[in-house]
């Protein structure tokens, strides 16, 4: 290939990548209805294709009944979700807004005058008022059932948009279940002629390495609920599915969740057993639901995501991990979310048009032993 030819490809690739940020930057909310529906029809993929496998009066079922049945699915799964934690969480702030403060005061006054004492020799005051009164201030503000139900209302003003959003998506959805090459069609239609053929096969092994990663990170995401139900069941922990459940959709985060996930359980375990003991119950207790975190954690980022992760993307961990530093360092949480899938389409993208460069080799060297 000569050096104009080289120009004229990077010349064409730069134009088309403003022309995508053109878009984006226009038309970002319906970019972002269809982006969300390619990434639900993504994960939906393996559910679709089992539901294909069924048979009903002897007969497999079509694409659109499938389609609709995934769907269906998605709203029973994120519906007991919903089932689950709203009304627990309800139960958990109306316990904290009539709880008695003087007894949890009582409870907490010698660890908390000693922490206090400790914290005197290095030269940290604590606030002067008195710990029930601390207690009252900084819990029932929160957890006062009218404030309770002004976030409710706020949540019912923007039921339309929600409505809205969710319906867009599901629409979409449903087409890129049912027709598989849509959104391959959809983007090839913004693609010069001459690069259509290497473009298909680009959104082809990208739309493959993206599947098996989100299919990678369900499967990582339950064997964490999993695993922290049964140690939470066995150590006699109040809510476990709920706490098991938060700490899963947490781990999303990389890195970060479990440490939410685990504040979360610590809250809820206090919340659910104000009536003990803060030495001899409480205080173990919490100690319990911060091990298992810690275990879980542990075996999380090094076993579950290094291997689905590397696996699923064919990435070397130590990229995933750097991946994920850059995406925190450009959009904090979001980024490191969607650090794996954006890196993703990059090398695929890069391994098609730049693979002349040696960087480019290195990092997409699994790709091409796979056949990707």
């Known amino acids: 290939m000569t050096i104009a ?20 930057y226009n038309f970002s909310t319906i970019i972002s209805y269809v982006v969300a529906a390619w990434i639900v029809s993504l994960i939906g993929q393996p559910i679709y294709t089992r539901i294909r496998l069924i048979r009903i009066m002897k007969r497999h079922p079509g694409p659109a009944m499938c389609a609709a049945l995934t769907l269906v699915f998605f709203f029973l799964v994120f519906g007991g979700v919903i089932a689950l934690f709203v009304p627990s969480i309800l139960k958990q702030a109306t316990n904290l807004a009539s709880v008695d403060y003087r007894a949890i005061a009582t409870a907490l006054e ?9 914290l005197l020799a290095y030269g940290v005051q604590l606030p002067e008022d008195s710990l029930e009164k601390l207690l009252r201030n900084s819990l029932k503000g929160w957890f006062d059932p009218s404030k309770i139900g002004s976030f ?34 959809f983007v090839i239609a913004l693609i010069p002629d001459q690069y259509e053929q290497a473009s298909r096969e680009t959104i082809k092994d990208a739309v493959a390495l993206l599947t098996r990663y989100f299919g990678g990170l369900v499967v990582q995401l339950s064997l964490f609920a999993v695993g922290l139900w049964l140690m939470l069941i066995i150590l006699g922990v109040k809510n476990a599915l709920l706490i098991a459940l938060f700490g ?10 479990p440490i939410i996930g685990a504040a979360f359980g610590i809250f809820i375990t206090i919340c659910s057993n104000l009536d003990l003991n803060f030495y001899t119950q409480l205080a173990p207790m919490l100690i319990k639901v911060f091990l298992v975190f810690q275990v879980m954690q542990i075996l999380d980022n090094n076993f579950l995501q290094p291997y689905i992760f590397s696996r ?20 904090g949480i ?5 650090a794996i899938p ?28 796979e056949g990707f």
């Open 110 to 118: 010698e660890p908390y005058d000693k922490i206090g004492s400790w």
């Open 312 to 331: 699923s993307v064919l990435a070397h961990p130590l990229e995933i991990f750097l991946v994920i530093l850059i995406g925190a360092q450009i959009d």
């Open 248 to 257: 899963a959709l947490m781990n999303v985060i990389p890195y970060l969740g």
């Open 342 to 369: 954006v890196y993703t389409i990059i090398r695929v993208i890069a391994k098609e048009f730049l693979n002349q460069f040696k960087i480019v080799k290195q990092l997409t060297g699994r790709m091409e032993e």
């Open 5 to 24: 030819q080289n120009w004229s490809r990077y010349i064409i690739i730069g134009l088309t990548a403003l022309f995508v940020g053109f878009l984006v």
């Open 334 to 338: 979001v980024g490191m979310i969607f």
């Open 152 to 185: 409710i209302a706020s949540i019912v003003g923007a039921i339309g948009n929600i409505i809205v959003n969710v319906a867009a998506v599901t629409f979409i959805t449903f087409f890129f279940l049912q027709e598989r090459k849509l959104f391959i069609n």
